[in-house]
């Protein structure tokens, strides 16, 4: 089961606030890369990489895109 890409952010916070309500959603999901972005401007080169398994990624995305329609954060 190969992890795919989910969705770049460039904050590795918000990354992980919306991998914590994926997964609380019963997708798993890890974040790639977010050690690399730990100074402010940084996370404009090197994006946090939510990864989602191959099979989720459809409810990944639909997930997504009801949590932006309900206004409760920023998703993408």
Do not use: K, T, W
């Not at 798993?28 to 080169?45: K, P, R, T, W, Y």
């Amino acid at each position: 089961m190969p992890l795919v890409e989910l969705v770049r952010l460039p904050n590795g916070a918000e990354a992980e606030l919306l991998r914590g309500r994926l997964e609380s959603a019963g997708v798993h999901a890890v974040c790639f890369d977010a050690g690399m972005n730990i100074a402010e401007s940084v996370g404009l080169m090197i994006p946090v990489r939510i990864m989602v398994l191959d099979e989720d990624l459809d409810e990944a995305q639909a997930l997504i895109a009801e949590f932006e329609a309900s206004g409760n954060g920023n998703a993408a």
